[in-house]
């Protein structure tokens, strides 16, 4: 099975500076069909998950652009320009291929210094 | 607009099944696989596995082969999780989601408690 790591666990930021997590999978993500199958989900206290970002750096309707996703192969990384109160969370990288296995990262939880 | 709609809490004792369901509205049910994911109190995300509505084809995580089933129902839009042989550790909120995550359930609470 695919092992998803993410770093840092716990996140403290000042409002307004930036954040960044890093999510590292055991083996290549990149797919036969040339895709890569890395997600990024936001949750929110109380709330179900939320997808933030798909196939790596695709932003999800409505997802504020201070969101942004990058990486290739094993390493990968979820970034907020400018951190708001409403960024308050845990956030989730997770991997998988259509109609195959998924796996989630343990979760990184993000608050305000 | 998309919606998914799964069914009420449950308690159950150990031993037990649980049977939850989710109803897809707003799109073509049989387009788009469905997930399910649950979460412990306090844990992360744990993904059990996934079905294609429009075949009943399914895939499970090896840690739940053999006690979960997923079904659907195309006359009403709706897919089921089965959960046999309950143990306290399967308390959880168990959610469904659609494709890759794009829309999911609000969750159903599963206590298990003698």
């Known amino acids: 099975d695919v092992v998803m790591t993410q770093s840092p666990l716990s996140l403290p930021v000042t409002l307004g500076q930036p954040a960044s997590i890093s999510c590292r999978s055991s083996?290549?993500?990149?797919?036969?069909?040339?895709?890569?199958?890395l997600n990024w989900f936001q949750q929110r206290p109380g709330q179900s998950p939320r997808r933030l970002i798909y196939k790596v750096s695709n932003r999800d309707s409505g997802v504020p652009d201070r969101f942004s996703g990058s990486g290739s192969g094993t390493d990968f990384t979820l970034k907020i320009s400018r951190v708001e109160a409403e960024d308050v969370g845990v956030y989730y990288c997770?991997?998988?291929?259509?109609?195959?296995?998924?796996?989630f990262g343990q979760g990184t939880k993000l608050e305000i210094k | 607009q998309v919606q998914l709609v799964q069914s009420g809490a449950e308690v159950k004792k150990p031993g037990a099944s649980v049977k939850v369901s989710c109803k897809a509205s707003?799109?073509?049910?049989?387009?788009?696989?469905m997930h399910w994911v649950r979460q412990a109190p306090g844990q992360g995300l744990e993904w059990m596995g996934i079905?294609?509505?429009?075949?009943?084809?399914?895939s499970y995580a090896q840690k739940f082969q053999g006690r979960v089933t997923m079904t659907r129902d195309t006359s009403t839009s709706t897919v089921y999780m089965e959960l046999s042989s309950l143990r306290s550790e399967d308390t959880a909120v168990y959610y469904c989601?659609?494709?890759?995550?794009?829309?999911w359930g609000q969750g159903t609470l599963v206590t298990v408690s003698s």
């Open positions: 707003g799109y073509t049910f049989t387009s788009y696989y």
């Open positions: 997770m991997q998988g291929t259509p109609g195959g296995m998924y796996t």
């Open positions: 083996q290549s993500l990149v797919h036969s069909d040339g895709n890569t199958y």
């Open positions: 989601a659609r494709a890759m995550g794009d829309y």
């Open positions: 079905i294609n509505p429009s075949g009943g084809s399914t």
